[in-house]
């Protein structure tokens, strides 16, 4: 990368601590004001900063509009696929992506337990929402007064008795899940299947999607697949880095081993 480049974006972080004028600039660069002055004017005409009335410099708005088309532009799918069929790979088990669109928490991939015991899931279909791990994922992200209301406008249906019963529990669920980073569901949609799922952040850093691994307790045991539960939270890592751009740990990292003792008998789900 040229030096004149290299300067020139290095202007960009420092705007992002807050306006700065041009002798704090030229300082940070450790270059002469008139260098600096050229770098700013040049990122000025872009759209990339912009100069206050009081002669400070702050970050433009095309930046933040270029930013906006980046985020958008991603394929979050496409991006998460590979990294989700190793996971399956290395498991066995079923490996969903999910994301929050229009109230409802809905499956975008899925990848096939290698057992003859299968998932009823399916992609475009809209989650449990009140018990999945990836629905808990996603609403434990929103801002408190939206996952609040989101909350109290669900209806809580008891699909079993490990299914979440109200709006308090459901909130109380959620404020766990956000300080702890991963969620589950041990039989609260079915009391035979359970799942381990962790968030995959964007670039913004906030949650973009959920991803999860589920098993029937004919296969593992609940205690087994939480057992994965580190190298789940790897892959989605791994995942948020790609996504951001930014080299991040390898999917297949080591992990310990869960137990998948083969199935005999059992029926398709």
Same mark, same amino acid.
């Given at each position: 990368?040229?030096?004149?480049? @290299?300067?020139?974006?290095?202007?960009?972080?420092?705007?992002?601590?807050?306006?700065?004028?041009?002798?704090?600039?030229?300082?940070?660069?450790?270059?002469?004001?008139?260098?600096?002055?050229?770098?700013? +004017?040049?990122?000025? !005409?872009?759209?990339?900063?912009?100069?206050?009335? !009081?002669?400070?410099?702050?970050?433009?708005?095309?930046?933040?509009?270029?930013?906006?088309?980046?985020?958008?532009?991603?394929?979050? +799918?496409?991006?998460?696929?590979?990294?989700?069929?190793?996971?399956?790979?290395?498991?066995?088990?079923? =490996?969903?992506?999910?994301?929050?669109?229009?109230?409802?928490? =809905?499956?975008? !991939?899925?990848?096939?337990?290698?057992?003859?015991?299968?998932?009823?899931?399916?992609?475009?279909?809209?989650?449990?929402?009140?018990?999945?791990? *990836?629905?808990?994922?996603?609403?434990?992200?929103?801002?408190?007064?939206?996952?609040?209301?989101?909350?109290?406008?669900?209806?809580?249906?008891?699909?079993?008795?490990?299914?979440?019963? !109200? &709006?308090?529990?459901?909130?109380?669920?959620?404020?766990? =899940?956000?300080?702890?980073?991963?969620?589950?569901?041990?039989?609260?949609?079915?009391?035979?299947?359970?799942?381990?799922?962790?968030?995959?952040?964007?670039? @913004?850093?906030?949650?973009?999607? &959920?991803?999860?691994?589920? &098993?029937?307790?004919? =296969?593992?045991?609940?205690?087994?697949?939480?057992?994965? +539960?580190?190298?789940?939270? +790897?892959?989605?890592?791994?995942?948020?880095?790609?996504?951001?751009? *930014?080299?991040?740990?390898?999917?297949?990292?080591?992990?310990? &081993?869960?137990?998948?003792?083969?199935?005999?008998?059992?029926?398709?789900?």
């Amino acid at each position: 990368m040229s030096q004149t480049v @290299d300067r020139a974006l290095s202007i960009l972080p420092l705007l992002a601590e807050g306006p700065a004028s041009l002798e704090q600039v030229a300082t940070r660069l450790d270059v002469h004001k008139s260098t600096a002055l050229r770098l700013l +004017r040049t990122l000025h !005409d872009h759209g990339l900063v912009y100069r206050q009335q !009081d002669q400070r410099y702050r970050l433009g708005a095309r930046l933040f509009a270029l930013a906006q088309q980046a985020v958008e532009a991603l394929d979050i +799918r496409g991006i998460a696929h590979p990294h989700l069929a190793a996971l399956n790979e290395r498991t066995g088990h079923t =490996v969903h992506l999910a994301v929050y669109e229009q109230g409802e928490v =809905v499956y975008i !991939d899925k990848v096939e337990s290698r057992y003859p015991v299968r998932m009823y899931s399916r992609i475009g279909r809209p989650v449990a929402i009140t018990v999945a791990a *990836v629905a808990k994922l996603l609403l434990a992200d929103l801002p408190e007064p939206e996952r609040r209301a989101v909350a109290e406008g669900l209806d809580y249906p008891r699909y079993t008795p490990r299914s979440t019963p !109200d &709006a308090a529990a459901f909130l109380a669920e959620l404020a766990r =899940v956000r300080d702890q980073g991963w969620a589950c569901d041990l039989g609260g949609h079915e009391e035979s299947i359970n799942c381990v799922g962790a968030p995959l952040h964007g670039p @913004d850093g906030r949650v973009c999607a &959920a991803m999860s691994v589920s &098993a029937p307790n004919v =296969v593992v045991t609940a205690e087994e697949l939480l057992r994965l +539960r580190p190298l789940i939270l +790897r892959t989605a890592e791994a995942i948020g880095a790609e996504l951001s751009g *930014v080299a991040g740990p390898s999917s297949r990292a080591a992990a310990p &081993a869960a137990a998948s003792p083969s199935v005999t008998k059992g029926a398709t789900r």
